[in-house]
């Protein structure tokens, strides 16, 4: 009995030493099959390490110039450097400079008005229509006064104002916009101007310089209205008449005279209705003519504008 027993605690002890090895040897194989895996990826890291150097090799080469040896290791000596210098030179004798287009520069007089600080009405609304008739001779004093000067030029304030009528018009009327004739005007124009009617009947019409203009000070605005195309609405008489039918005052009296019809005086009330909601204060004797506020507070409030 006691063979037998020993037999069978023998024999248990041997199956379990057989598990044991069995256990281990899996666990070493899945040990080898990571090394393995590792070894393999190592192998082609390796391989795209080889690769890759071998292509910037080839790059380097024919960059170098196909076999010559790299431009960086020739200057070693002082003949080197001096070749190296003169092929550069020589290089760059045939290379076309292409010398940037120069931005366009303002226009004499408008540099002077945006010195002064003065608003370009299309830099706030492009909507508008500019006609600068003092830049033409399609004026009273049949010279251009303006040279070059083509956009309106406001004081920044009288400027917002303005923009604010055009808006109201454009909310009554879609299909109609605003026509600026003149803004800011230096004094030095406005003497011109006096000269030439000082001694006429006409020079109730020209602020006489001395005592100065709201233009002067680019607190004063001639426009009228147009429609989408720019074309002017029929006011009765055009821009700069010197005459009773430019006037504001007595506008029944003009239809009654044959002056002006109903039709011209309906635009000129829509002109001064859209103005004046901006603030604007037209004057007696020019329907086209609007100041922002009066003398004395824009010898206050701005800069006289001596000269473009």
Not at 115 to 134: A, C, G, P, Q
């Amino acid at each position: 009995m006691l063979d037998k027993s020993v037999l069978e605690i023998e024999v248990a002890v041997a199956n379990q030493s057989r598990e044991m090895e069995t256990d281990t040897i899996s666990k070493n194989e899945s040990s080898l099959k990571n090394l393995m895996s590792r070894g393999n990826f190592l192998r082609k890291s390796s391989f795209v390490l080889l690769v890759a150097s071998v292509i910037f090799c080839v790059l380097l080469f024919v960059g170098c110039g196909g076999g010559e040896t790299p431009r960086f290791l020739l200057i070693d000596n002082e003949d080197n450097k001096k070749k190296f210098e003169n092929e550069i030179t020589s290089n760059k004798q045939h290379i076309d400079v292409v010398e940037p287009e120069p931005e366009d520069e303002p226009e004499p007089e408008n540099q002077k008005l945006i010195i002064e600080n003065l608003i370009n009405i299309h830099d706030l609304d492009n909507t508008f229509f500019v006609d600068m008739k003092y830049a033409t001779t399609d004026n009273f004093t049949g010279v251009v006064l303006y040279d070059g000067l083509e956009d309106a030029f406001l004081q920044p304030d009288v400027a917002l104002m303005l923009v604010e009528a055009h808006r109201y018009l454009k909310s009554l009327h879609p299909e109609l916009r605003l026509l600026i004739y003149d803004a800011a005007r230096p004094l030095s124009v406005q003497r011109i101007m006096w000269d030439r009617v000082k001694d006429t009947p006409y020079h109730r019409y020209v602020a006489n310089p001395d005592r100065l203009s709201l233009h002067n000070f680019g607190a004063a605005v001639d426009l009228t209205i147009t429609d989408t195309l720019g074309h002017p609405l029929d006011m009765g008489t055009p821009f700069d008449h010197f005459g009773r039918a430019a006037g504001i005052n007595d506008e029944d009296g003009l239809i009654r005279q044959g002056l002006i019809t109903k039709q011209h005086a309906q635009y000129r009330q829509l002109l001064r209705q859209v103005m004046s909601f901006a603030g604007f204060r037209p004057i007696a004797g020019e329907w086209w003519h609007f100041n922002a506020c009066s003398l004395n507070e824009a010898k206050q409030r701005y800069t006289l504008i001596e000269d473009f």
